[in-house]
């Protein structure tokens, strides 16, 4: 009987609903076209960075503000976009992993690289 019951136990265990991870490989391709990102419940706004200089976004959802980003995620120091463009697209890759429930929608260093929203 005991057999039975560890094993029970053990296929329970092993049909545990795992955490949902973020998928390594090439950042997402987005439509770059659009200045400004919306749908029902999530937008973004482009804007001023850290002192002034430079470019950053906020990120909405149902109206109330959910990531303040006034300097490039993931990079050292407190450095802003150099352009607005790239701080939309940065904006729409975070809107992008929100809309598909990537959470938190953290931004890696090679998504910034490969979308070419770093400066050299």
């Known amino acids: 009987m005991y057999k039975f019951l560890a094993a029970g136990i053990f296929l ?3 049909c545990s609903p795992s955490e949902p991870r973020e998928k390594s490989g090439p950042a997402p391709q ?3 076209s659009q200045p400004e990102m919306h749908d029902s419940s999530i937008s973004f706004k482009i804007i001023p960075g850290e002192n002034g200089t430079g470019f950053g976004y906020d990120i909405f959802m149902q109206g109330k503000l959910y990531v303040h980003q006034p300097v490039i995620p993931a990079v050292e120091g407190n450095k802003s976009f150099s352009s607005e463009e790239k701080a939309s697209r940065a904006a729409q890759l975070v ?7 990537i959470l938190p929608p953290t931004v890696e260093v090679r998504e910034l690289d490969s979308l070419g929203l770093l400066d050299k």
Do not use: L, T
């Not at 809107?95 to 429930?101: L, S």
């Open 12 to 14: 329970i265990a092993g």
């Open 30 to 32: 987005m439509d770059a």
């Open 95 to 101: 809107v992008f992993k929100i809309q598909r429930n």
